[in-house]
C-alpha cells in the first residue's frame, strides 16, 4: 500500500522521512473514532448520490469488519501507513476492493477527519476524567461525613492561623475539585462542533451536508469556518489547561497529605494498601501516592506549555506542525486516569489522628483574632482590638502558657474591656462555633456545605 498522496511522486519517503513522519504509535487510538466518521461520511456521500444504496450497504459493512478487526488486533497499521487515517484506508480498501473503497476519500481530507476525531476523543476522555474526579470529591466528602466535629489549626504561610473544622479544610479542596469538573462541561460547549466536511481548507465542492455528519458524529453542529475547523487547536489547549489545573488542585491535596504523615505532624496516617516501605529502612512507610501525585502536576504542565509553544505563530491553516498535538494529550489524560483512582484510595483510606489535631488547634495562639472580634463586639474599635489581643499574645507567650491560662488580673491590666467573659471564645470549639456566616467554619454551616457538594455531585 503507497501514501494517499502518490500520485505526482515519482519514489516512494526516505526511510529516515517515513520514520519522523509516522504517526501510528500513538495516533491508533483514533482508530475507532475514524471508523465511526467514515461511516458517517459515507451516508452524506450516499446523500449528495456519490454512492448508490448498493454500495452504501457494502461500504458500511465493509467498514463493520474493518472496525472488528481492529478491536481484535488482527488488523494492525505498518511504518509505510503514515498514520490512522492512511492504515485504515489500507485496510478498507482490502475488505471492499479498491474501486469501493477508493471511494471514501471523496470531499473529505486527513486534515478535517483528524480535527472532529482528535475532539470526539478528548470528548469522551473528559467524560472519564470527570468520572475520576467526582470520585476524589466523594472521598474527600466521605471523610468530611465520618469527621463532623474534627478540629485542626488552620494554617496561612503553613503557620497556625485560626482553628477550623477538619471537614471545611477537607471540602475547600472539593470546591475546587468542582470548579474543575465545571470546566470539563464548559470545555465540552465549545468543542461540540465538527470540522468534518471542511475538506484540506476550503469546504467541499461536492454538496455533502457537514450537519448530517455532526449530528451523526455527536455534535452539536459543525464548525463556521472550515479554515478554523482544520487548523485551530485552541480546544486541545483549553482541556490541557483544564488537565493541568486538576494535577496542581491534585498536588494541593498530596502535599497536605505528605505534611500530615510526617513524625512532626502526625495528623494522618496512611493506609498500607496506599504506601510504600523502603527497601533499606525498615521503619518507612512513604506516601509515594501523593509524591507521584505532586510529581505528575509538573508532567501535565509540561503537557500545556508544550503544545501552546507548538501552537504559537502557526499560520492559517493546516500545519503538520499540528501532528504534535496529540501525544501531550494523550499523556495527560493517562497520567491522570492512572492517578485518580490511586488517589481516591489513599485519601478513601487515610486515618486522621483526630486528638493530635485538636491538641494543636489552639497551639500558636490561634485564637488571637477571637480575643479582638470578641472586644469589637463590646463596642472597641478593630484597632485597639487587635492591639490588645497582640498584647496578650505577648503575655501568654513570656509566660509560656496559653491564652487561656492568662489570669484575670492579666487580662485586665491589658484592656479594662477585657473581663473574664471573654474566656467564653478561648475555646477552640467556641471560636468554631462562632464563624458561622455563610462558608465559615461552624458546624452547621459545614454540615450545610457537605449536602451542597453531594448534591452537585450527584448531578454532575
Ligand atoms: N497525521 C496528521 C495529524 O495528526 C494528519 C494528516 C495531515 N497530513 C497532511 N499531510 N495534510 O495532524
Not at 27 to 33: E, G, H, N, S, T
Not at 143 to 157: I, K, S
Not at 307 to 333: C, G, I, M, W
Not at 411 to 436: C, K, M, N, Q, Y
Given at each position: 500500500?503507497?501514501a494517499?498522496?502518490?500520485?505526482?511522486?515519482?519514489?516512494?519517503?526516505a526511510?529516515?522521512?517515513a520514520l519522523l513522519?509516522?504517526?501510528?504509535?500513538f495516533?491508533?487510538?483514533l482508530?475507532?473514532?475514524?471508523?465511526?466518521?467514515?461511516?458517517a461520511h459515507?451516508?452524506?456521500?450516499?446523500?449528495?448520490?456519490?454512492?448508490?444504496?448498493?454500495e452504501?450497504?457494502r461500504?458500511?459493512a465493509?467498514l463493520?469488519?474493518l472496525?472488528?478487526?481492529?478491536e481484535?488486533?488482527a488488523?494492525?497499521p505498518?511504518?509505510?501507513?503514515?498514520?490512522?487515517?492512511?492504515a485504515?484506508e489500507?485496510?478498507?480498501?482490502?475488505?471492499?476492493?479498491?474501486?469501493?473503497?477508493g471511494?471514501?476519500?471523496?470531499?473529505?481530507?486527513?486534515?478535517d477527519?483528524v480535527?472532529?476525531?482528535?475532539?470526539?476523543w478528548?470528548?469522551?476522555?473528559?467524560?472519564?476524567?470527570t468520572?475520576?474526579?467526582?470520585?476524589?470529591?466523594?472521598?474527600?466528602?466521605g471523610q468530611?461525613?465520618?469527621h463532623?466535629g474534627?478540629?485542626?489549626?488552620g494554617?496561612?504561610?503553613?503557620?497556625?492561623?485560626?482553628?477550623?473544622?477538619l471537614?471545611?479544610?477537607?471540602?475547600?479542596?472539593?470546591?475546587?475539585?468542582?470548579?474543575?469538573?465545571d470546566?470539563?462541561?464548559?470545555?465540552?460547549?465549545r468543542?461540540?462542533v465538527?470540522?468534518?466536511g471542511?475538506?484540506?481548507?476550503?469546504?467541499?465542492?461536492?454538496?455533502?451536508d457537514?450537519?448530517m455528519v455532526?449530528?451523526?458524529?455527536?455534535f452539536?453542529?459543525?464548525?463556521?469556518?472550515?479554515?478554523d475547523?482544520?487548523?485551530?487547536r485552541?480546544?486541545?489547549?483549553e482541556?490541557?489547561?483544564?488537565?493541568?489545573?486538576?494535577?496542581?488542585?491534585?498536588?494541593?491535596?498530596?502535599e497536605?497529605?505528605?505534611?500530615?504523615?510526617?513524625?512532626?505532624?502526625?495528623?494522618a496516617?496512611?493506609d498500607d494498601?496506599?504506601s510504600t516501605?523502603s527497601?533499606?529502612m525498615?521503619q518507612?512507610?512513604?506516601p509515594?501516592?501523593a509524591?507521584?501525585?505532586?510529581g505528575?502536576?509538573g508532567?501535565?504542565?509540561?503537557?500545556l506549555?508544550?503544545?501552546?509553544?507548538?501552537?504559537?505563530?502557526?499560520?492559517?491553516?493546516?500545519?503538520?506542525?499540528?501532528?504534535?498535538?496529540?501525544e501531550p494529550?494523550?499523556?495527560?489524560?493517562?497520567?491522570l486516569?492512572?492517578?485518580?483512582?490511586?488517589?481516591?484510595?489513599?485519601?478513601a483510606?487515610l486515618r486522621?489522628?483526630t486528638?493530635?489535631m485538636a491538641?494543636?488547634?489552639?497551639?500558636?495562639?490561634?485564637?488571637?483574632?477571637d480575643?479582638?472580634?470578641?472586644?469589637?463586639?463590646e463596642g472597641?474599635p478593630f484597632?485597639?482590638?487587635h492591639?490588645a489581643?497582640?498584647?496578650?499574645v505577648?503575655?501568654?507567650e513570656?509566660r509560656?502558657?496559653?491564652?487561656?491560662?492568662?489570669?484575670?488580673?492579666?487580662?485586665?491590666?491589658?484592656s479594662p474591656h477585657?473581663t473574664?467573659?471573654v474566656r467564653?471564645?478561648?475555646?477552640?470549639?467556641?471560636?468554631?462555633?462562632?464563624?458561622?456566616?455563610?462558608?465559615?467554619t461552624?458546624?452547621v454551616r459545614?454540615?450545610?456545605?457537605?449536602?451542597?457538594l453531594?448534591?452537585k455531585?450527584?448531578?454532575?
Amino acid at each position: 500500500m503507497s501514501a494517499l498522496w502518490g500520485g505526482r511522486f515519482a519514489s516512494g519517503p526516505a526511510e529516515a522521512m517515513a520514520l519522523l513522519s509516522a504517526s501510528t504509535h500513538f495516533d491508533w487510538r483514533l482508530a475507532p473514532y475514524d471508523i465511526r466518521g467514515s461511516r458517517a461520511h459515507a451516508a452524506v456521500l450516499h446523500r449528495a448520490g456519490l454512492l448508490s444504496e448498493d454500495e452504501l450497504t457494502r461500504m458500511h459493512a465493509a467498514l463493520d469488519v474493518l472496525a472488528a478487526d481492529v478491536e481484535s488486533g488482527a488488523f494492525v497499521p505498518t511504518l509505510a501507513d503514515e498514520d490512522v487515517h492512511t492504515a485504515l484506508e489500507r485496510g478498507l480498501i482490502e475488505r471492499a476492493g479498491a474501486e469501493l473503497g477508493g471511494k471514501l476519500r471523496a470531499g473529505r481530507s486527513r486534515n478535517d477527519q483528524v480535527a472532529t476525531l482528535f475532539r470526539m476523543w478528548l470528548r469522551d476522555a473528559a467524560r472519564r476524567v470527570t468520572t475520576g474526579v467526582l470520585d476524589v470529591v466523594d472521598a474527600l466528602a466521605g471523610q468530611a461525613d465520618r469527621h463532623p466535629g474534627a478540629v485542626m489549626p488552620g494554617r496561612t504561610h503553613l503557620q497556625s492561623a485560626q482553628p477550623v473544622l477538619l471537614a471545611h479544610h477537607l471540602l475547600a479542596h472539593g470546591q475546587a475539585l468542582l470548579r474543575d469538573v465545571d470546566r470539563l462541561a464548559d470545555w465540552d460547549r465549545r468543542t461540540a462542533v465538527s470540522p468534518y466536511g471542511s475538506g484540506a481548507l476550503a469546504g467541499s465542492s461536492l454538496g455533502l451536508d457537514p450537519a448530517m455528519v455532526a449530528a451523526d458524529l455527536g455534535f452539536d453542529g459543525p464548525v463556521e469556518n472550515s479554515i478554523d475547523g482544520t487548523a485551530s487547536r485552541d480546544f486541545a489547549a483549553e482541556i490541557a489547561f483544564v488537565l493541568a489545573m486538576i494535577g496542581v488542585n491534585l498536588s494541593r491535596i498530596a502535599e497536605e497529605v505528605i505534611i500530615w504523615t510526617t513524625a512532626e505532624f502526625r495528623f494522618a496516617v496512611l493506609d498500607d494498601a496506599w504506601s510504600t516501605g523502603s527497601s533499606i529502612m525498615p521503619q518507612k512507610k512513604n506516601p509515594d501516592v501523593a509524591e507521584l501525585t505532586r510529581g505528575k502536576s509538573g508532567r501535565l504542565i509540561g503537557n500545556l506549555t508544550g503544545l501552546l509553544a507548538t501552537l504559537k505563530a502557526q499560520p492559517l491553516a493546516y500545519n503538520r506542525d499540528l501532528q504534535e498535538d496529540k501525544e501531550p494529550l494523550f499523556d495527560s489524560v493517562e497520567q491522570l486516569e492512572l492517578l485518580l483512582p490511586a488517589l481516591t484510595g489513599m485519601i478513601a483510606t487515610l486515618r486522621f489522628d483526630t486528638d493530635r489535631m485538636a491538641e494543636l488547634a489552639p497551639a500558636g495562639f490561634t485564637l488571637a483574632t477571637d480575643i479582638a472580634e470578641w472586644l469589637v463586639r463590646e463596642g472597641v474599635p478593630f484597632r485597639i482590638a487587635h492591639e490588645a489581643a497582640g498584647e496578650c499574645v505577648r503575655a501568654a507567650e513570656n509566660r509560656g502558657v496559653g491564652l487561656d491560662e492568662l489570669t484575670d488580673d492579666e487580662f485586665a491590666a491589658i484592656s479594662p474591656h477585657l473581663t473574664p467573659e471573654v474566656r467564653l471564645v478561648l475555646t477552640v470549639e467556641g471560636s468554631i462555633a462562632s464563624r458561622d456566616a455563610h462558608g465559615g467554619t461552624a458546624p452547621v454551616r459545614v454540615a450545610e456545605q457537605l449536602k451542597r457538594l453531594r448534591d452537585k455531585v450527584s448531578v454532575a
